[in-house]
């Protein structure tokens, strides 16, 4: 459901190929066409760490041939996700073998694509040629002769290793019942990682995990939905049993969820004040999406016959289930993350009584009193203040892994390399601002021309 790195690249290499013989003959179109491509050839050959030496043939255009066009949209698609990637997942980038793979597959698809917009402008009968063709034919041979290079680096076949897995930040949204749910639920995650944790207050945090709780009771019940259909359509042992596994974590992540609220009910204040964070908002449709997709109008729960079908169904549930607990497990990190901030910061109060059996010290009032909140509730800067509380979060995070990890093997993801932005934003990798800029074709009449001047037939 989510696009990858490496089927972006094999949807460009088939466009690639499939534009043999459909590129128009017109220079304009195909100039057009080509600066697409070979601008977004260069930007993913920049994130992979390599520099073009061909000089662009002019300023991309929205419109251009269409077959060319065609291949630059999965091409620049690629570049757009290496872009996405945060620290730790764009950390593949420094393998040399994977990023010689992908600059070989990169390279082979503009070769494709220059080797049919140049059959194009050598179809014309020689007398019958214009200048923009002719001039255009010999750029295009010129990019060929760069490109096939580093095509040769990869003479084993391009492979992409880890950097292949490395997906988008979002799902492709959809109508479709179940990608619409997992659309949701990435949309939620999102909102909620872009939230900073020193805004947050215990109301927001109370929140979060009331929401994780019932986010992990959808998946469960889908979960259930499934393994009570796993032996009528023909899943296999190894898939029952992770199916099994995902069911009992889910379920030990409930208890883990009330051990928490109750937590967050006893020992845990803040220092007042309401908010409103977007990411209620986008729960609330995640939370009608499955209501819409498990219930009938009446209200009344879908028998398990009727929510699984078939097989096909089945797996389409396996996947927005992937993309659910994925989406809970990385809200509950970011949870634990904010209370640890939080805490650290003194943005929180704990009892008195829970702060006198960590540390007797605190027997004693403070030096500035705040009437008679201040006796029954002190500031603290120590996460050990604050055991079950952090405990139970702890314990409702491994158990989400846990559950995530086996859905990702149903949904067969678990190759996928997911971007988060809860990673630091810092790029290991990426286009240099300070390249020469270059100029068009057109604008160097004087530049030597490196091709022979003998004419393609």
């Not at 990637?85 to 980038?93: H, M």
Request: net charge positive.
């Amino acid at each position: 459901m989510r696009a990858t790195y490496e089927g972006l690249l094999t949807v460009a290499h088939r466009r690639a190929v499939d534009s043999a013989g459909r590129v128009s003959t017109d220079p304009d179109q195909v100039a057009a066409g080509w600066a697409a491509v070979l601008a977004a050839t260069r930007r993913q050959m920049a994130w992979l760490k390599y520099e073009l030496e061909i000089p662009d043939v002019g300023q991309p255009a929205a419109h251009g041939d269409p077959a060319l066009m065609a291949v630059a949209q999965p091409l620049g698609a690629a570049a757009d996700l290496l872009a996405v990637q945060d620290a730790v997942t764009a950390s593949v980038l420094d393998d040399r073998v994977s990023l010689v793979a992908a600059r070989a597959a990169v390279a082979n698809i503009a070769s494709i694509s220059a080797r049919s917009a140049l059959n194009a402008m050598t179809s014309v009968s020689r007398r019958r040629r214009t200048v923009e063709q002719r001039s255009l034919a010999r750029h295009l041979r010129f990019a060929r002769r760069e490109l096939e290079p580093i095509v040769a680096q990869e003479s084993n076949g391009p492979f992409l290793g880890a950097l292949g897995g490395l997906a988008a930040s979002m799902p492709a949204a959809s109508t479709e019942t179940y990608e619409r749910i997992a659309h949701a639920a990435a949309h939620w995650q999102r909102l909620h990682e872009e939230i900073p944790a020193q805004s947050l207050l215990t109301r927001d945090l109370r929140s979060i995990t009331a929401q994780v709780r019932t986010a992990a009771g959808h998946g469960r019940y889908l979960v259930r939905a499934v393994g009570a259909s796993a032996q009528r359509l023909g899943f296999g042992g190894p898939a029952i049993l992770r199916l099994r596994k995902a069911n009992t974590a889910l379920r030990r992540t409930d208890a883990s969820a009330i051990r928490t609220t109750a937590a967050w009910n006893r020992h845990v204040s803040d220092l007042g004040g309401t908010t409103s964070l977007p990411g209620e908002f986008a729960f609330r449709e995640l939370h009608e999406a499955v209501r819409g997709t498990v219930a009938l109008p009446s209200g009344a729960l879908r028998s398990t016959a009727e929510l699984i079908p078939d097989r096909w169904t089945a797996d389409a549930v396996l996947e927005a289930v992937d993309e659910l607990v994925h989406s809970a497990h990385q809200v509950a990190v970011m949870q634990q993350r904010a209370v640890f901030d939080l805490v650290t910061a003194g943005r929180l109060f704990v009892s008195r009584s829970q702060a006198i059996r960590a540390d007797p010290a605190y027997q004693q009032l403070t030096v500035a009193p705040i009437g008679r909140r201040q006796r029954s509730w002190v500031r603290v800067e120590r996460i050990d203040f604050v055991p079950e509380l952090t405990e139970s979060l702890a314990a409702g995070v491994d158990l989400l892994g846990e559950a995530a990890l086996a859905c990702r093997q149903l949904a067969h993801t678990d190759v996928q390399r997911r971007p988060t932005r809860l990673e630091s934003p810092t790029r290991i990798a990426g286009p240099d601002p300070k390249r020469r800029p270059r100029k068009a074709v057109a604008q160097r009449p004087d530049q030597p021309d490196p091709t022979p001047a003998v004419e393609l037939p």
